[in-house]
């Protein structure tokens, strides 16, 4: 998978590595635990290389605009509750505010810029793409947790490009991978949040961020 990311990014360097343990537990787990059928497979399979691929593209832009990593994200408000207790009416509330930036689900599937012209229109295209795939395949997910290309979106989807979210665990039987997940400090993947987020702010600043995730929760102190 990590070839199939070089070639298809058409890039080398990751930079750091801190990605590789989680994503060999995570991959380990799934192939021995999940019980995964061929599309599932095809999905897990898709959503590795992608996010790969975001990585390899992101540390390519930092080394042509190394001024990003100078960015402070400032003032960044955090929604950290339990599911199904109104944490996305407040989500959507609050990213109504346009002094406010929240990350969007055309943004959080792709947070780095495209090659070529017309590369927000594409980022927004591939995100309605992947809501019409997912209204297709889990319908019934829609009355859970509402999805839509150009609304605010759970920034977890941001965190799983360090292998280190619930995500994995919420749609999947991975235990050791959970259990891993438990034992292991995720200020790495925070860290690497924080970078993704100076991306994103680079392309359109704003007072302050606005995220939201139950995962959360658990490592505020991050």
């Known amino acids: 998978m990590i070839f199939a990311a070089q070639r ?7 930079g750091e590595e801190e ?3 989680p994503l060999e537990v995570l991959v380990a787990s799934v192939n021995e635990e999940a019980r995964l059928n061929a599309l599932g497979r095809t999905i897990i399979h898709k959503r590795i290389v992608d996010a790969l691929v975001t990585r390899l593209r ?6 042509q ?4 990593d100078a960015i402070d994200p400032g003032r960044v408000l ?8 109104g944490t996305t009416l407040l989500h959507r509330l609050l990213g109504a505010d346009r002094r406010i930036r929240a990350v969007l689900s055309w943004e959080a599937l792709n947070p780095v810029p495209l090659d070529g012209a017309r590369e927000r229109e594409r980022r927004i295209r591939q ?19 509402p999805v839509e290309h150009d609304m605010p979106e759970e920034d977890v989807l941001l965190l799983d490009v360090s292998f280190m979210s619930q995500s994995a665990e919420a ?7 959970a259990r891993w997940l438990e034992e292991h400090d995720h200020l790495p993947a925070y860290r690497y949040l924080r970078q993704l987020l100076k991306v994103l702010l680079w392309q359109h600043g704003a007072p302050a961020l606005l995220l939201k995730s139950p995962h959360h929760l658990e490592h505020l102190d991050a």
Do not use: W
């Open 171 to 177: 749609t999947m039987r991975v235990p050791s991978y």
């Open 8 to 14: 298809r990014a058409g890039l080398k360097g990751f």
């Open 65 to 68: 605009h190394p001024e990003i």
């Open 19 to 21: 990605f590789r343990a």
């Open 127 to 145: 995100a309605r793409r992947a809501e019409q795939g997912l209204r297709y395949i889990a319908p019934e997910f829609f009355a859970i947790h």
């Open 58 to 63: 992101a540390r390519a832009l930092f080394d």
């Open 78 to 85: 955090v929604i950290a509750g339990l599911q199904r207790t």
